[in-house]
Structures are given as structure tokens and as C-alpha cells.
């Protein structure tokens, strides 16, 4: 070929591939509101500048409630990351967000879940049901819909009880040694104890291993920096093996920010997908457990409904029934009640069918993986707040003094949470300020969010309501409402700018408000807030199974610590200390001022930068003493 012809198809490629990436860049999504755009880096070196602008290393959540502002609070904006990440649609309005979480004619479950949720399948299996779609995900949702509901959960609460006492005892550990400690760690290896106990009726040790540990402050080394061989090996007993596997399970959760990569989070916005043979294997140690583990608790249970007259069941496995006869009393974990035959009915055969065997076990890893970073992370929030704000402080003491009596004891509280489950539930409901409380540290901090997609050409549409004015009527944002077509796109519910829209939540956006949230009228902050612009569970039929068992969980370990312990935050997030006075200041809302805002960095999930660090005292006046006193 001669060289003009050369040059002639070479100019034509060249201008072929101007104007596609000119089209994607400039119109495919210009009817939707935008940074501007670099034909190169598309919003790529903006999102950069803003992530660069926070705190480091913080949560992309914390840049996007900027960017928001700099735009003038659309009600949802573009983020376009090709080609190292994806264009994701940024909804930034509940109004919108509601349109994608509700069923429609078009999605009769909501929008459909997006392909970068994927990158989690290591860690929570392909037949998850954070994942799947149409009638297969429906009925995992029924099979196990069942375990979840808030009665069931109720009659629980002796053996969330149990796991929040062990935490004390952590906590305990804490105070005498004076030592600073991450909070997250401990308050993790609470959330997955009470996972274990609830889902699958395992005593997994989460918290026995930490305190077995010689050393559990902030400098101590944690499961990563042992070597995988030592893994896994030489332990035949059961206990050895949950031990094993809980090691192996928190490496493979922290294989999604080892190693200096930048970690994802629900979103996996800009991470490739990272298939190391590391991460292979460990989850496959995972799954292997998990698998041989729901095969031995079906046999046991198919054993025991077969015969009465037979032997009771010689199983390795250590349930809570499994030193007492079987056939004596009921398992009601979570994983027993799916595998029901009014649940399952194929498993009624001896043995499972491969498709209910993976479909289960993923399941579990699923609850293991959604359930106790996401209530670890609140747990953690909901401490911290409670010790930087005195006025939510007094308003818990007086709520726990009125529902467990004046001066209760731990032991005391802990005596009336498992005396019967009616008896503890009704207590636990009675905690409304405390329900407040975790609702405004999930609004100012959602660990987890959704990311959802509409195939290209199913015209999937939103549309903003006209009509919606700031606070007090005084800015009129009709010009902003509008239609958009959004097929094709990722779309983020981004619940941190949904929880921080000044125009719904009013002057105290930004403030630990709990009052907000109560139904009492007199408060003088109570705005008028619309379901939807509460969403760190998501909404619609997708929205979080395990929402009453966290805030549960929450709850139980409130009532047990508030009156024994002082949290105080060390670092980000530490209060400031009036020399003179040897006090702390108090500003006009009731809180402390800090002096350093304790912010979120992503590890999968949002967390505090810092994993909570604290010291953990006695409250003042609590005589010190055993914790059964
Ligand atoms: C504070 C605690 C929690 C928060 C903030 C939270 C948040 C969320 C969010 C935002 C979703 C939607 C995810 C998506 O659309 O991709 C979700 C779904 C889910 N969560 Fe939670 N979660 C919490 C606790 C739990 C617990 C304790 C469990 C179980 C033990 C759990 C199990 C699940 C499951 C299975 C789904 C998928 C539901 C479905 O698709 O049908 N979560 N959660």
C-alpha cells in the first residue's frame, strides 16, 4: 500500500476514534448535569482534586458530598472514569433514589444490581443473594427472609447478650491495661460472634481469640501479618477449625486493601479487578469450610427429624444443641430455619442438592461478610458520639435508668435482657432515644451503599418532582427538576449526600442531631423528613435483610456499657480540653469540639480512618469492681 493511502486511513482511524471518544466524552451523557470534562481524563482529574482537597486517604463518599456543593446540589451529577473506572450516574436526590431502589413495571424488584458489585464475589460467592436476580434472588429473600424477621430475632437476644458481655470483658481488659485500642477490632470480633451464633448457631471465637491474644492495643499485630502456611493447619478439633477459619476469613477481607492497593468499597469504583492467587485461596479455604460445614448440620438435622428412636448424633460440629440431645430442643439459627422443609423442600433428602448446597453457603458468607463490618462500624459510631456529646449522653443515661432501673449493674442489665425474650425485647423496643441515636450516626455515617444498573435501551427514566424548595422556601430548585433517561449507566445511591441535603435536613445538616428523629414535637430542631432521604439499609425489595439484627445488636451493647464505661477518642476525632478549666468545650449543640474531624476511608466498606482509636475508662462514679457485681 503507498504511503499517501497509509497516511490517508491512518488520519480516517484517527478521526474515527476523535469523534467516538468525543461522542462518549461531550454528548452520550450531556443531558446530564457535570464537572467539566476532559476529552482525555474525562471527571477522572477533578474527582483527583477533590479527593486530594479532604483528609488522606478519605472515603470518595466525602469528595462527592463536595463536588455536589460545587455543582449547586443537582439532583444527581456524572462521574465519568472511563476507562479506568466506570460512568457512574451519582443520585444525589432521594427523590431519584427512591425511582431506582422501588419496583416498577420495568423492574419489579428495583433496578437491577450493578456488574462492578462482582468484585465481592471472592468474598461472598456467585450465588449470593447480595447479587443475584428476578425469581432466583426472590426466593433466597423467602428462604431466608424467615431467620431475619424481627420476632425471630427477639427470641435471640439471650445469645446477643451473651456475645455483648464477652465484648465487656474485652472492654474490661481494655480499662486495666490503659492502653490506646482500635475499637473497630474488638467491636468487629463482637458482630462476628453474633453472626455465628445467629446464622449458623457456631461458637466461632472471634472474641476469645482476642482475648487470648497478649496484646490487644493499637500496636498489636493482626491476622495479616501471619504467614498462610501457619493457617489452617494441624488443628482436627472443631475449635481449632473455627479458629482457623476466622483468621483465614478476616486475611481475605483484608486482601481488598492489603498491600498499599487502594481498597474498594461497595461501589469498586476505580479498582480493577484484582483475581491475586492469594485472595483464590483463602476464599476457597472459606468456601470449602462453609460447604463441609452446612453438609454436617443438614445431616444432623435430617438425623434427628428421621428417627426420635435414634442415636443421638455423633457430628463434630459444636452447636449450641450439640452437647445436649439433639431431638431435645429445636435449632433456630438462621441457616436451620432455611433449610426447613417449609423452606427448602429438596432438602428432605439426605443429601443436599449441589445447587442448595452453593446457594447456602453462600449465603453464609454473604451474612458474614454484610453483617459484622457494616454493625462493627455502627457500634463503633454510635460509642464515639455518645462520648463527644454530653447531651445525648445524659438523655441515654435517663432513658437506661427509666427501663433498667436507677444505678443498674451490667450483670443487672444483662439478667433482664435474657430473662425471656419477651421480657428483654420489650426493653430493648423501649430504647427510643438509643434508636435515635443509631439512626443519626448512620445518617452522618453509612458504612455501605448500592450501586445498581439499567441495561442500555430499556429507557429507564427518573424524574425529579417539581417543586422542591430549600428549607424555609427561600431557594426555589424547580429549575433543577427535570427527566433523564439513565439506561446503561452505573448508578449510586449515594446515601452520604442524600443524609447531608441541606435542603431536607435543614440548618442542622451537619450536626449529631438525634432529636431529629423522634416522633416528640416539642424539639425544637424536628424537621419534617421524607422516608427516603434515610436510607443507609437502601429501601425497596432490595433493601438490607439484617437491618433489626444490627441495630439490635446495637442496642444490647448500649445498655450494657453506657453506665460502666467512659470511650475516650484518641487523635482525629479527640476532644478539646480547656486548660484553664481542665474542661472540655462544649459548642452550642450540646457536643464537644474536637480537634480533628474523625473521618471515613473506604475498606470495603466506609469506615473511620483511624479504626476508632480509644482509650477505654471506668465512668465517673462507677466503683471499680468485677464486672458480675
Ligand atoms: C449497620 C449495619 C448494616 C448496614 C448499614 C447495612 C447496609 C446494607 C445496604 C446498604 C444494603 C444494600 C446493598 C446493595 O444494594 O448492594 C444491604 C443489603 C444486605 N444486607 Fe445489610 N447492612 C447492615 C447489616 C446487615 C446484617 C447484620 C446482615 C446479616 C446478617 C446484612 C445482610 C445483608 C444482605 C444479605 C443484603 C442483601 C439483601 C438483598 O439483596 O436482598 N446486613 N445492607
Same mark, same amino acid.
Given at each position: 500500500?503507498?504511503?499517501?493511502?497509509?497516511?490517508?486511513?491512518?488520519?480516517?482511524?484517527?478521526?474515527?476514534?476523535?469523534?467516538?471518544?468525543?461522542?462518549?466524552?461531550?454528548?452520550?451523557?450531556?443531558?446530564?448535569?457535570?464537572?467539566?470534562?476532559?476529552?482525555?481524563?474525562? $471527571?477522572?482529574?477533578?474527582?483527583?482534586?477533590?479527593?486530594?482537597?479532604?483528609?488522606?486517604?478519605?472515603?470518595?463518599?466525602?469528595?462527592?458530598?463536595?463536588?455536589?456543593?460545587?455543582?449547586?446540589?443537582?439532583?444527581?451529577?456524572?462521574?465519568?472514569?472511563?476507562?479506568?473506572?466506570?460512568?457512574?450516574?451519582?443520585?444525589?436526590?432521594?427523590?431519584?433514589?427512591?425511582?431506582?431502589?422501588?419496583?416498577?413495571?420495568?423492574?419489579?424488584?428495583?433496578?437491577?444490581?450493578?456488574?462492578?458489585?462482582?468484585?465481592?464475589?471472592?468474598?461472598?460467592?456467585?450465588?449470593?443473594?447480595?447479587?443475584?436476580?428476578?425469581?432466583?434472588?426472590?426466593?433466597?429473600?423467602?428462604?431466608?427472609?424467615?431467620?431475619?424477621?424481627?420476632?425471630?430475632?427477639?427470641?435471640?437476644?439471650?445469645?446477643?447478650?451473651?456475645?455483648?458481655?464477652?465484648?465487656?470483658?474485652?472492654?474490661?481488659?481494655? *480499662?486495666?491495661? *490503659?492502653?490506646?485500642?482500635?475499637?473497630?477490632?474488638?467491636?468487629?470480633?463482637?458482630?462476628?460472634?453474633?453472626?455465628?451464633?445467629?446464622?449458623?448457631?457456631?461458637?466461632?471465637?472471634?472474641?476469645?481469640?482476642?482475648?487470648?491474644?497478649?496484646?490487644?492495643?493499637?500496636?498489636?499485630?493482626?491476622?495479616?501479618?501471619?504467614?498462610?502456611?501457619?493457617?489452617?493447619?494441624?488443628?482436627?478439633d472443631e475449635k481449632g477449625?473455627?479458629?482457623?477459619?476466622?483468621?483465614?476469613?478476616?486475611?481475605?477481607?483484608?486482601?481488598?486493601?492489603?498491600?498499599?492497593?487502594?481498597?474498594?468499597?461497595?461501589?469498586?469504583?476505580?479498582?480493577?479487578?484484582?483475581?491475586?492467587?492469594?485472595?483464590?485461596?483463602?476464599?476457597?479455604?472459606?468456601?470449602?469450610?462453609?460447604?463441609?460445614?452446612?453438609?454436617?448440620?443438614?445431616?444432623? +438435622?435430617?438425623?434427628?427429624?428421621?428417627?426420635?428412636?435414634?442415636?443421638?448424633?455423633?457430628?463434630?460440629?459444636?452447636?449450641?444443641?450439640?452437647?445436649?440431645?439433639?431431638?431435645?430442643?429445636?435449632?433456630?439459627?438462621?441457616?436451620?430455619?432455611?433449610?426447613?422443609?417449609?423452606?427448602?423442600?429438596?432438602?428432605?433428602?439426605?443429601?443436599?442438592?449441589?445447587?442448595?448446597?452453593?446457594?447456602?453457603?453462600?449465603?453464609?458468607?454473604?451474612?458474614?461478610?454484610?453483617?459484622?463490618?457494616?454493625?462493627?462500624?455502627?457500634?463503633?459510631?454510635?460509642?464515639?458520639?455518645?462520648?463527644?456529646?454530653?447531651?445525648?449522653?445524659?438523655?441515654?443515661?435517663?432513658?437506661?435508668?427509666?427501663?433498667?432501673?436507677?444505678?443498674?449493674?451490667?450483670?443487672?442489665?444483662?439478667?433482664?435482657?435474657?430473662? =425471656?425474650?419477651?421480657?428483654?425485647?420489650?426493653?430493648?423496643?423501649?430504647?427510643?432515644?438509643? $434508636?435515635?441515636?443509631?439512626?443519626?450516626?448512620?445518617?452522618?455515617?453509612?458504612?455501605?451503599?448500592?450501586?445498581?444498573?439499567?441495561?442500555?435501551?430499556?429507557?429507564?427514566?427518573?424524574?425529579?418532582?417539581?417543586?422542591?424548595?430549600?428549607?424555609? =422556601?427561600?431557594?426555589?430548585?424547580?429549575?433543577?427538576?427535570?427527566?433523564?433517561?439513565?439506561?446503561?449507566?452505573?448508578?449510586?445511591n449515594c446515601a452520604t449526600?442524600?443524609?447531608?441535603?441541606?435542603?431536607?435536613?435543614?440548618?442542622?445538616?451537619?450536626?449529631?442531631?438525634?432529636?431529629?428523629?423522634?416522633?416528640?414535637?416539642?424539639?425544637?430542631?424536628?424537621? +419534617?423528613?421524607?422516608?427516603?432521604?434515610?436510607?443507609?439499609?437502601?429501601?425497596?425489595p432490595r433493601d438490607c435483610? =439484617?437491618?433489626?439484627?444490627?441495630?439490635?445488636?446495637?442496642?444490647?451493647?448500649?445498655?450494657?456499657?453506657?453506665?460502666?464505661?467512659?470511650?475516650?477518642?484518641?487523635?482525629?476525632? +479527640?476532644?478539646?480540653?480547656?486548660?484553664?478549666?481542665?474542661? +472540655?468545650?462544649?459548642?452550642?449543640?450540646?457536643?464537644?469540639?474536637?480537634?480533628?474531624?474523625?473521618?471515613?476511608?473506604?475498606?470495603?466498606?466506609?469506615?473511620?480512618?483511624?479504626?476508632?482509636?480509644?482509650?477505654?475508662?471506668?465512668?465517673?462514679?462507677?466503683?471499680?469492681?468485677?464486672?458480675?457485681?
Amino acid at each position: 500500500m503507498s504511503t499517501p493511502l497509509l497516511l490517508t486511513a491512518f488520519l480516517a482511524l484517527c478521526l474515527f476514534i476523535y469523534r467516538r471518544i468525543h461522542y462518549h466524552r461531550y454528548i452520550q451523557y450531556s443531558h446530564i448535569p457535570q464537572p467539566p470534562t476532559s476529552f482525555i481524563f474525562g $471527571h477522572m482529574k477533578y474527582l483527583h482534586q477533590f479527593m486530594s482537597q479532604g483528609p488522606p486517604g478519605q472515603h470518595i463518599d466525602l469528595a462527592l458530598v463536595s463536588i455536589w456543593h460545587s455543582l449547586g446540589r443537582p439532583p444527581l451529577f456524572l462521574m465519568d472514569l472511563r476507562p479506568v473506572g466506570p460512568c457512574l450516574c451519582i443520585v444525589a436526590s432521594h427523590h431519584l433514589a427512591e425511582q431506582i431502589s422501588r419496583s416498577s413495571a420495568t423492574f419489579p424488584w428495583s433496578v437491577p444490581k450493578s456488574y462492578t458489585v462482582g468484585e465481592l464475589k471472592p468474598l461472598i460467592g456467585h450465588e449470593s443473594i447480595l447479587i443475584k436476580e428476578g425469581q432466583e434472588w426472590k426466593d433466597l429473600r423467602k428462604r431466608f427472609g424467615v431467620g431475619f424477621a424481627t420476632g425471630h430475632l427477639m427470641s435471640l437476644l439471650p445469645v446477643v447478650t451473651e456475645k455483648a458481655w464477652l465484648f465487656m470483658r474485652l472492654l474490661e481488659r481494655v *480499662k486495666d491495661e *490503659k492502653k490506646v485500642v482500635k475499637l473497630d477490632k474488638l467491636t468487629q470480633g463482637l458482630t462476628v460472634d453474633v453472626i455465628g451464633e445467629v446464622v449458623m448457631e457456631v461458637d466461632v471465637g472471634a472474641q476469645e481469640e482476642l482475648l487470648a491474644q497478649p496484646d490487644i492495643s493499637e500496636h498489636a499485630g493482626d491476622y495479616r501479618d501471619q504467614e498462610l502456611a501457619q493457617l489452617g493447619e494441624g488443628d482436627d478439633d472443631e475449635k481449632g477449625q473455627l479458629s482457623n477459619f476466622t483468621k483465614i476469613y478476616y486475611r481475605l477481607i483484608t486482601s481488598y486493601s492489603a498491600d498499599g492497593k487502594p481498597p474498594i468499597d461497595w461501589l469498586s469504583l476505580l479498582t480493577k479487578p484484582f483475581s491475586g492467587r492469594r485472595r483464590q485461596y483463602l476464599s476457597a479455604k472459606v468456601d470449602s469450610f462453609l460447604r463441609d460445614f452446612v453438609q454436617r448440620k443438614h445431616q444432623e +438435622e435430617y438425623h434427628s427429624s428421621q428417627s426420635l428412636s435414634s442415636p443421638p448424633s455423633t457430628t463434630t460440629t459444636t452447636t449450641h444443641n450439640s452437647s445436649t440431645n439433639p431431638k431435645s430442643k429445636k435449632s433456630r439459627s438462621i441457616l436451620s430455619l432455611s433449610l426447613s422443609p417449609d423452606q427448602t423442600p429438596m432438602s428432605t433428602s439426605p443429601s443436599l442438592p449441589p445447587q442448595i448446597l452453593t446457594s447456602t453457603t453462600d449465603a453464609l458468607k454473604t451474612f458474614l461478610f454484610a453483617g459484622h463490618d457494616t454493625t462493627a462500624i455502627l457500634i463503633g459510631w454510635v460509642l464515639y458520639y455518645l462520648s463527644i456529646c454530653p447531651r445525648a449522653h445524659a438523655r441515654i443515661t435517663s432513658e437506661l435508668n427509666t427501663i433498667f432501673g436507677e444505678g443498674a449493674t451490667p450483670a443487672n442489665i444483662k439478667r433482664q435482657l435474657v430473662d =425471656g425474650p419477651e421480657g428483654g425485647a420489650e426493653k430493648v423496643n423501649r430504647m427510643v432515644y438509643c $434508636h435515635a441515636v443509631i439512626k443519626e450516626a448512620l445518617r452522618l455515617h453509612p458504612p455501605a451503599g448500592t450501586a445498581r444498573r439499567a441495561e442500555g435501551g430499556t429507557g429507564f427514566e427518573v424524574t425529579e418532582l417539581a417543586g422542591c424548595l430549600e428549607k424555609g =422556601g427561600q431557594e426555589d430548585r424547580s429549575e433543577k427538576d427535570g427527566q433523564w433517561n439513565l439506561d446503561g449507566m452505573v448508578l449510586y445511591n449515594c446515601a452520604t449526600i442524600i443524609h447531608r441535603d441541606p435542603s431536607v435536613y435543614g440548618a442542622t445538616v451537619d450536626e449529631f442531631w438525634p432529636e431529629r428523629w423522634l416522633s416528640d414535637t416539642t424539639e425544637s430542631r424536628k424537621e +419534617e423528613i421524607p422516608a427516603g432521604a434515610w436510607r443507609p439499609f437502601e429501601r425497596g425489595p432490595r433493601d438490607c435483610i =439484617g437491618r433489626d439484627l444490627a441495630i439490635i445488636e446495637t442496642k444490647v451493647v448500649v445498655a450494657l456499657v453506657h453506665g460502666r464505661y467512659e470511650f475516650v477518642k484518641v487523635g482525629l476525632g +479527640e476532644k478539646i480540653v480547656d486548660e484553664k478549666e481542665g474542661r +472540655e468545650v462544649v459548642d452550642e449543640t450540646g457536643c464537644c469540639m474536637v480537634k480533628e474531624k474523625l473521618y471515613t476511608r473506604r475498606q470495603i466498606t466506609a469506615r473511620a480512618a483511624d479504626g476508632m482509636r480509644m482509650k477505654v475508662q471506668l465512668a465517673k462514679g462507677v466503683v471499680s469492681g468485677g464486672l458480675e457485681g
